[in-house]
């Protein structure tokens, strides 16, 4: 027989791919859920292709110095990261970037575009690529938690949770088009690693499989911790899974054996990196491993030597003694020493008090209003389906638990980690839902043990009222026009340079205008003292040497900063001399206006340096009496006159206006008035005082049309 004959002769169906219809479904919904997750997180390029926020500026930074030593030394050219001190930041004492950056996250980054470049032929700049990085990562999320759902709940319940994280707000906005941070990459690592961990425990696979799981699982979540400090969170949830296995109904002895491996791989991996360094092994979270762990094997040998009655009572005193002994452990500090942050997610009710820290927009309590508007209805559900798990005692179901638990616990304490309560929801309210769903469409018994049969005898009104309020109720976060409760509206940001950095809903290019002029214009060593906020811009894109930034390592040139800016104008120049600083900029928002009778008036107020000035202030060390009235936010005359930020401010207060539109020329506050402002460069371009106005953005010029605006001013320093 020839060749071609064998080759006809064999029967196609032999060598199709099998793949049931179930499946086949499921792959497309999951296809369908990944996209809908990515143009959602893409929303924000109608504003401009940019990468948001602060932080991803220099995350990207970072990133292009690793690609750039790779292109000129190959191989060894990546260790170059591990030795650069950066000068170009922190101005003069520079930055050891890898001690004090998330090292996982720059190589992630790297490392992704030099294989999509060398080997896929990727044309794009490492900043594009960047950019689309996080939705992209963040899409895939829906894919670990797929299946982590579904060990809990039924398939549908799985594509359920899958499309929770699709839509979810708080895990959209920390994950969207250029957010090239920390959250995405580290929490898909984190929820991988999970998965192939509550897979370890599976009887039906062999030791060599649960050792490889166990690998990997490990040094995944390694890898996580070297990406996001905010990793640790999984700590917790691990720490106690482990530390009740053996109340579990597991094959105890496997269980300890690829926890081992798990613990030792996860620490390991962690540790080598310089953050968080060998230093996480004796912090908490390395003892809460490690000591869940040695718990585990402790109750093991335990049932081996003792008595089935007496075991149940021998751990309980055996968990009684470990929690005195980390309370004498602690009390002794012979742990490494918790971060102000770290406990304040610890004790929610304990504020650091610490104004650079309140500062953060992201360290913001959220409300119960905040919780309520973005899980709705999947609230009930959630409830519901802890109920159910709570009657479970597998791995999966308490993993679960723990997890929920322990999110909305910390999610109390900071906005930014409502992404953990976020992935609560999901799996719970997939699991509840699924439940009363499968209820109301199973059929009715019409005696004992007799399954109902005929239209007659089955709950269709009840089915069809239940389908359509959960159409509607499901559907309203998509649909509705209240920004506070819309899914759809709420991934309609701006990135944060596109609208620089103001609260408008809009393109601005005021500041992308200020950095390119700040590029083409400057000498090459100027340094520029700016708040802190804008350091990450100055640096990267403006391509000059700042004195602070959102890295917030020297708190105490922070407060120099604020000191500068809320001082006398003599005392602010000996700060700025003593910085060696070349220039100053601020940024500023509001709204500009005219009347007939009073010309052009501004009103201010749009997120700009006007609106942090109680930042200014408290992080400097002074009063906010001293420059604010009591409302705690209008800038009373010692402002003006005495602040060097009042300088600063091309604007003297003009007139207030009340709800009946009644005209006051005299200033007396009022907090039921508006107060308006005309304009006033009190450093002009051809003045003869220690600062000369070097740039204004187009909306904060004169002639500038009415309407909100958002500029930049940035003041050259007169040197002898």
Request: proline share 4%; glycine share 8%; with cysteine.
């Amino acid at each position: 027989m020839s060749i071609v004959d064998s080759i006809k002769s064999i029967k196609l169906d032999s060598i199709r791919p099998v793949t049931s219809r179930q499946t086949l479904v499921i792959v497309i919904t999951l296809s369908i859920i990944f996209s809908a997750a990515l143009m959602l997180r893409i929303f924000p390029v109608k504003y401009g292709y940019f990468l948001n926020e602060f932080d991803p500026f220099f995350d990207y930074y970072a990133s292009k110095f690793i690609v750039d030593h790779f292109d000129a030394s190959g191989i060894s050219g990546l260790l170059d990261y591990f030795s650069w001190h950066d000068y170009r930041t922190w101005y003069p004492e520079g930055r050891p970037v890898a001690r004090t950056s998330q090292v996982g996250l720059h190589f992630a980054g790297a490392l992704f575009y030099i294989v999509a470049r060398d080997v896929f032929g990727l044309t794009s700049s490492l900043y594009d690529f960047l950019v689309i990085f996080p939705p992209i990562v963040g899409a895939l999320s829906i894919i670990p938690i797929y299946l982590i759902a579904r060990r809990v709940t039924s398939e549908g319940g799985a594509l359920f949770a899958s499309l929770i994280i699709a839509f979810s707000t708080s895990i959209i906005q920390r994950g969207n088009l250029g957010w090239f941070k920390s959250e995405p990459f580290a929490l898909f690592l984190s929820l991988c690693g999970s998965y192939l961990f509550l897979t370890m425990f599976d009887s039906d696979r062999s030791h060599r499989n649960i050792a490889l799981r166990a690998v990997l699982a490990g040094t995944l979540m390694g890898i996580s911790l070297t990406a996001w400090g905010g990793s640790q969170f999984f700590n917790i949830v691990f720490a106690v899974l482990i530390l009740v296995i053996p109340f579990l109904k597991v094959d105890q002895q496997k269980a300890i054996f690829t926890t081992s491996i798990f613990v030792a791989f996860y620490l390991i991996v962690a540790a080598i990196s310089p953050r968080p360094g060998a230093a996480l092994i004796l912090s908490p979270a390395g003892i809460a491993l490690l000591g869940s762990l040695a718990f585990a094997i402790l109750a093991n040998v335990i049932r081996h030597y003792s008595h089935a009655f007496e075991y149940v009572n021998i751990l309980k005193n055996t968990v009684i003694g470990l929690f005195f002994g980390a309370i004498v452990i602690l009390s002794l500090g012979l742990l490494s020493e918790v971060s102000g942050r770290y406990l304040t997610v610890i004790m929610p009710f304990r504020r650091s008090g610490v104004p650079l820290v309140e500062s953060v927009a992201e360290h913001f309590v959220p409300t119960g209003a905040q919780f309520f508007q973005e899980y709705l209805i999947l609230l009930p559900f959630a409830v519901f389906g802890a109920m159910q798990l709570l009657n479970k005692r597998d791995i999966s179901s308490v993993f679960v638990l723990v997890l929920a638990a322990s999110g909305f616990y910390i999610s109390g304490s900071f906005s930014r980690l409502m992404i953990f309560s976020s992935i609560a929801i999901a799996l719970l309210a997939a699991v509840g839902f699924i439940t009363v769903t499968s209820s109301i469409f199973r059929p009715l018994l019409t005696g004992i043990g007799k399954q109902a049969t005929g239209k007659s005898e089955t709950r269709t009104g009840l089915k069809i009222m239940y389908s359509l309020f959960m159409i509607v109720v499901l559907c309203f976060p998509v649909i509705t026009p209240s920004y506070g409760y819309s899914w759809v509206l709420s991934a309609d940001i701006p990135t944060s340079i596109s609208n620089s950095g103001s609260t408008y809903r809009g393109h601005d290019p005021s500041f992308l205008e200020a950095l390119t002029w700040l590029e083409g214009s400057t000498p090459e060593d100027s340094i520029v003292a700016a708040w802190w906020d804008y350091g990450y811009w100055i640096t990267v894109m403006g391509n000059r040497t700042s004195l602070a930034d959102n890295a917030t390592i020297n708190g105490t040139r922070i407060s120099v900063l604020g000191q500068m800016f809320m001082s006398p104008e003599e005392e602010s120049l000996e700060i700025l001399d003593s910085l060696d600083a070349d220039y100053v900029l601020i940024f500023l928002a509001g709204t500009k206006t005219a009347n007939q009778q009073f010309g052009d008036l501004y009103l201010l107020g749009g997120g700009g340096d006007e609106s942090k000035k109680q930042w200014f202030i408290r992080i400097g060390g002074f009063e906010d009496a001293e420059f604010m009235e009591p409302d705690g936010f209008s800038p009373n005359d010692n402002f003006w006159e005495n602040s060097f930020l009042g300088r600063l401010m091309p604007f003297t207060w003009e007139l207030a206006v009340d709800a009946e539109n009644n005209v006051y020329q005299e200033y007396e506050f009022n907090p039921e008035r508006t107060n308006l402002y005309a304009y006033n460069m009190k450093y002009p371009a051809d003045g003869n005082g220690p600062l000369r106005l070097a740039f204004a953005s187009s909306s904060l010029q004169p002639d500038a049309p009415q309407g909100r605006f958002s500029g930049v001013l940035i003041y050259e320093i007169v040197k002898d």
